[in-house]
Every structure is written in structure tokens, then in C-alpha cells.
């Protein structure tokens, strides 16, 4: 199946830092979703994106539909050790299909 | 309203048995879908369900794979017979389609021997 290309992969960000991701794709979606997913759990759904261009917000997350409909990214503001955890992204097709990157591991230094 | 109910939440078998996962979807979902999620390969989509009826299954591995949804409310992903390589975390998501919103539950890690 399709996956979405997600970065970066990995990061370590010191406790107050701000924390950007992205995700590219080269098919059109209808939504966009971030997710962020804690160990030995499911997926948990942040934030879902609906029109090309909004940009909507979830207190510290803020998150942006791009133009194209074929990226999106996930900015946390002031980090915090709760952050800690693997974001993924995901794609919802015209088929309702969904697609997920491959995910980015947060982590955050205190 | 509770989430998405997967069971069990961890199995331990022995490689050639029968293995079966549940899941209840959210309430007046009729989209569902089964992933499986490994370190290599990421969540991989198995199969998935529009009331009832299987859309796209082509992403069960092979024959020894196989879903049922009986009914609106449950659904059964069973691996006949089991093998190490299918030691992975199986997850259950629902959603109502049109509303671009995907839930999933806790996951049932299987572990292989």
C-alpha cells in the first residue's frame, strides 16, 4: 500500500524547544490526519485537516493543510516531557482509504 | 462513548495454532478497518469494511489470513495457521464514512513462538 514520506524520523529537542514535522505524498488527499501514538498504545487522533490551505490549531499543536493537498505538517509550540511519543500523519483518499507515513519519534530532554 | 474495543490486548502462542482477534467498533461506525504494525514496515493496512462488506483486501499477507464482520458491531482478523513472522501488534480502527476521521483501539500485540 501507499505510504506517505514523513520527516524527520527522529528528533531530541530540549523541554520549551518548538517542534516541527512534515509529510509529503505524490497522490491528492481529501483530509489529512496527525496522530500521536505512546508505547504500548494505539493511535490517538491530534488533529484533522479538512480544506487545502487550513491551518488549525489543538492548544500547543498546530497543524496546516498545504495547498496542494499533497503535504501537511505538525508544529507542538513550548515542548513538554508528555510529548514524548511517535507522531504519524495520515491521508484519507477519494476512495476512503487511509495512508500513514512512517512516523516521527519525539523526543524531549528535560 | 467508548472507543474502539480490541481483545485481546496481548496473545503468546505457539507457532501452527489458530489465532483470533477481536473488535468492536465506535458506535454508528460502519467503516472498519484491521492494521498491522511492525518496526519494519510500519502500520500496513490489512483489510477493511463498509457496512459489513470487505472493500479492499489486499493487503492480507496470504490464504493463512482471513476477516469477518458478522455484523455492524464486530469484527474477527484469524490467522490460521500462526507463524514467528506474524508476531506484531494488530489494530482495529472505525470510522463514519465522509467524515475524514479515523479512531483506533488499544491494539492486540501477538507474539509467535
Known amino acids: 500500500g501507499q505510504q506517505l514520506n514523513q520527516s524527520p524520523q527522529s528528533m531530541f529537542i530540549q523541554e520549551g524547544e518548538d517542534v516541527s514535522m512534515n509529510c509529503t505524498s505524490s497522490s491528492i488527499f481529501n483530509t489529512w490526519l496527525w496522530y500521536k501514538q505512546d508505547p504500548g498504545e494505539g493511535p490517538v487522533l491530534l488533529i484533522a485537516l479538512y480544506k487545502a490551505g487550513e491551518l488549525t490549531s489543538n492548544g500547543r499543536l498546530t497543524a496546516q493543510f498545504g495547498i496542494t493537498r499533497k503535504d501537511s505538517f505538525l508544529n507542538i509550540s513550548a515542548s513538554i516531557p508528555s510529548d514524548v511519543g511517535i507522531y504519524f500523519c495520515a491521508g484519507q483518499s477519494t476512495g476512503n482509504q487511509f495512508y500513514f507515513g512512517t512516523g516521527t519519534s519525539l523526543t524531549v530532554i528535560p | 462513548d467508548a472507543g474502539v474495543i480490541q481483545s485481546p490486548r496481548h496473545e503468546v502462542t505457539e507457532m501452527g495454532q489458530e489465532v483470533t482477534l477481536r473488535c468492536k467498533p465506535i458506535s454508528g461506525h460502519n467503516s472498519l478497518f484491521w492494521y498491522r504494525q511492525t518496526m519494519m514496515r510500519g502500520l500496513e493496512l490489512l483489510i477493511y469494511?463498509?457496512?459489513?462488506?470487505?472493500?479492499?483486501d489486499s493487503g492480507m499477507p496470504e490464504d493463512r489470513f482471513s476477516a469477518k464482520m458478522p455484523n455492524a458491531s464486530f469484527s474477527t482478523l484469524k490467522i490460521q495457521p500462526s507463524e514467528p513472522r506474524d508476531s506484531a501488534v494488530y489494530f482495529c480502527?472505525?470510522?463514519?464514512?465522509?467524515?475524514?476521521?479515523?479512531?483506533f483501539g488499544e491494539g492486540s500485540r501477538l507474539t509467535v513462538l
Open positions: 480502527a472505525s470510522s463514519f464514512p465522509g467524515a475524514g476521521e479515523l479512531f
Open positions: 469494511f463498509n457496512n459489513n462488506v470487505p472493500i479492499d
